[in-house]
């Protein structure tokens, strides 16, 4: 359902955009959809909710696939671009409580209760946060999710990202935001993909009018640490991106699947260019998979440097091996 949201909002600006275009809407399903057993980071393939699609793609059965950015592997595979990063939603994961506990927060929930997530990352840093909780795993699409929680009486609270929550309509459900001092969220978290094949000029050019500037920074940015850490589902990597006046400011950090271990800094670079005219042999140019034409170039280029260096950082202050026992960890 949140899936199909997603991409009649995406439709709706494009139609908006080319009321003389006649979009049609296939709904497909996805090894990630069907495997509801197992943890995400157990599965081990990088390309869980996009494989199938991308196989469309390939085959001309589709022009353009919306996806979550967070599910997107920071490299795509050959002949595929993201061409468009639309205007993020609020990135913060949310608290939805059981009835029972209903107007409290996670510090005011009984000792021992249990909260529900299935990511490693928000599990590593709530589990220090709050070591009077218990954390377990919980799959599923959202409407799964929420059902489980009410339903039943396993799950003291769940975690899931605001974004998805307000997308659905059920952001009264929200009982608390957590905020970036308490838990980082995840690279691309809250902003939404339009991936396309990278030689279609005309669709390229179509959807890159859905491009909002300051999304596409700080998600390259994000993108970029991810991707120089070797980060995946597999290990706890969070980030928190700020721009405000020409500076965008990264947080990034690892963490050790309990929480006890990890390391986070901030850098930031500047990112205020004017657009250039950048026709010819670099027109196309992609950064962490993102080709976003009506984005200063130069700006791009700081913003994918601004999340290589951090990721440099933490590597030299020990994050391999932080992130290395968390992947043995993960495995066994």
């Known amino acids: 359902q949140l899936a199909r949201i997603q991409t009649d909002s995406v439709v709706e600006m494009l139609r908006e955009l080319y009321p003389d275009l006649r979009f049609e809407i296939v709904a497909m399903s996805t090894t990630g959809d069907k495997i509801l057993d197992t943890a995400l980071s157990k599965i081990g393939e990088k390309s869980l909710f996009t494989k199938e699609l991308e196989n469309a793609l390939e085959r001309n059965e589709v022009d353009l696939v919306v996806h979550s950015l967070k599910d997107l592997p920071t490299s795509l595979p050959p002949g595929f671009t993201i061409g ?11 608290v939805v409580f059981h009835p029972k506990n209903c107007g409290k927060t996670l510090s005011l929930l009984p000792e021992k ?3 529900g997530t299935s990511s490693l ?6 589990k220090k946060k709050f070591p009077q909780l218990e954390f ?25 990202a605001a974004a998805g929550l307000k997308r659905m309509g059920w ?71 700020v721009l405000k006046d020409g500076q965008l400011y990264l947080t990034g950090a690892v963490y050790s699947l309990d929480g006890s271990d990890s390391l986070k800094e901030t850098m930031q670079t500047g990112v205020n260019y004017p657009q250039q005219n950048e026709d010819g042999p670099n027109d196309d140019v992609q950064h962490v998979g993102i080709t976003a034409k009506n984005v200063p170039g130069q700006a791009q280029e700081a913003a994918e ?4 260096e ?10 391999k091996h932080i992130l290395s026992v968390a992947r043995q960890l993960n495995d066994a």
């Open 84 to 94: 468009a990063v639309c205007k993020r939603e609020n990135p913060l994961d949310a």
């Open 113 to 115: 209760s249990v909260i």
């Open 121 to 126: 990352r928000r599990a590593a840093q709530l």
């Open 136 to 160: 377990r795993d919980i799959r599923g699409n959202l409407n799964t999710r929420l059902k489980k929680l009410d339903e039943k009486e396993d799950f003291g609270a769940i975690i899931l």
């Open 171 to 241: 952001e009264n459900r929200i009982g608390q935001l957590l905020s970036p001092e308490d838990c980082l969220y995840a690279v691309g978290q809250g902003a939404l993909a339009v991936e396309v094949r990278a030689k279609d000029q005309e669709i390229l050019n179509m959807v890159s009018a859905l491009h909002d500037a300051d999304t596409v920074l700080r998600c390259i940015a994000e993108r970029a640490f991810m991707k120089r850490l070797e980060g995946g589902c597999s290990v706890p990597v969070a980030v928190n991106t």
């Open 305 to 308: 440097s601004l999340g290589v």
């Open 310 to 319: 951090l990721a440099s950082l933490l590597l030299s202050k020990g994050a």
